[in-house]
């Protein structure tokens, strides 16, 4: 039978857990980033164990759940956010809050989310119309920025999505985009039945003129 020897790393490690130095350290350092920090990286701010951390992080999750900051796990990583129950005295103290993106601009936005990288031409392209001011309010916001250019004639540039964008979607990658079914919104043909021969007339009959909204052989579609 081993022993495991002790190190004073392991000492260190247990009064950390222990007398919650580790969780204060780690709620601490969550408050003043402004950016979601991973648990490797909290683990080497602090010098904890991953594990720990871990463990630290599932309490402040606890502790926390019924408080006006709550700790979300967004972009690959963890921040402190308010709560959504507070969100009405959150809003009170923001406004005027920034404007809302207007449905081009949201467009837009899902466009890059779920192509990225592309350029102005494809996201104009799937839109059919101008993208320059709706590109410019997303690069205002963060949401979009410059990633390299295509290399294709004009080597124009290439846009892609930012952890703003996740943050602010609460989305911890674009894997939890909902899926879209593409193909439904392909154009489907569809087959139409042929309208029935009119039967001859007798002699001396006129023949029945067919109804005004189909021809003899065709059905248009409004």
Do not use: C
């Not at 402004?34 to 599932?58: F, G, M, W, Y």
């Not at 900051?69 to 005295?89: D, I, K, M, N, Q």
């Not at 590109?135 to 990633?147: G, H, K, N, Q, W």
């Not at 001859?200 to 065709?218: I, V």
């Amino acid at each position: 039978m081993s022993v495991e020897p002790t190190s004073a790393a392991q000492h260190i490690q247990e009064e950390l857990l222990e007398t919650g130095a580790l969780q204060r350290s780690i709620e601490a350092v969550l408050f003043v980033a402004n950016e979601a920090l991973s648990i490797k990286a909290l683990a080497k701010l602090t010098a904890a164990e991953e594990a720990d951390v871990t463990l630290a992080l599932q309490r402040i999750d606890e502790e926390f759940a019924e408080r006006g900051l709550v700790l979300r796990e967004v972009a690959g990583g963890y921040r402190f956010a308010s709560s959504p129950a507070a969100r009405a005295a959150v809003e009170a103290y923001l406004l005027p809050p920034k404007t809302n993106l207007s449905p081009a601009a949201l467009e837009s936005l899902a466009i890059v989310a779920y192509n990225e990288p592309v350029t102005k031409a494809q996201i104009e392209e799937i839109r059919g119309v101008s993208a320059d001011s709706v590109i410019a309010t997303l690069l205002d916001r963060r949401f979009i920025v410059e990633s390299g250019r295509r290399e294709s004639p004009g080597r124009p540039l290439l846009y892609k999505t930012t952890t703003d964008f996740l943050e602010a979607f609460g989305l911890n990658s674009l894997a939890d985009l909902p899926a879209v079914d593409l193909d439904a919104l392909q154009p489907r043909e569809v087959e139409l039945p042929m309208t029935q021969p009119l039967a001859e007339a007798p002699p001396g009959e006129t023949p029945a003129s067919p109804p005004d909204d189909q021809e003899a052989g065709a059905l248009s579609l409004a």
